[in-house]
Nanobody
Framework: QVQLVESGGGLVQAGESLRLSCVASGRTFSTYAMGWFRQAPGKEREFVAGITWLRGTTSYPNSVKGRFTISRDYTKNTVYLQMNSLKPEDTAVYYC????????????WGQGTQVTVSS
């Protein structure tokens, strides 16, 4: 089992920045990758960033590329999501997740943290 706890959400104005953190505990040694997703009211969950745990290879959808940066810290079992130039359409609950093997669904999820961007 892997437990994930997100933090860092809040209310900001358009153009401002936030950094989300996600601390992993439990059987983290088997992690292949970690990712951030978001879900806005009435919308499907959306992938926003991913990073492979060993190599640090990152991936982003076009909607956030150039504005969001994912990173990880081995020593703290923590993954971060730096979000710059935030837009009202970035408003959502943000979740981090763990993927144990390449090519399969994410296995463990955090409880989410709310990000609200006002115009």
């Amino acid at each position: 089992q892997v437990q994930l706890v997100e933090s860092g959400g809040g209310l900001v104005q358009a153009g401002e920045s936030l950094r989300l953190s996600c601390v992993a505990s439990g059987r983290t040694f088997s992690t292949y990758a970690m990712g951030w997703f978001r879900q806005a009211p009435g919308k499907e969950r959306e992938f926003v960033a991913g990073i492979t745990w060993l190599r640090g290879t990152t991936s982003y959808p076009n909607s956030v590329k150039g504005r969001f940066t994912i990173s990880r810290d081995y020593t703290k079992n923590t993954v971060y999501l730096q979000m710059n130039s935030l837009k009202p359409e970035d408003t959502a609950v943000y979740y981090c997740a763990v993927q144990l093997r390449s090519g399969v669904a994410y296995d463990y999820w955090g409880q989410g943290t709310q990000v609200t961007v006002s115009s």
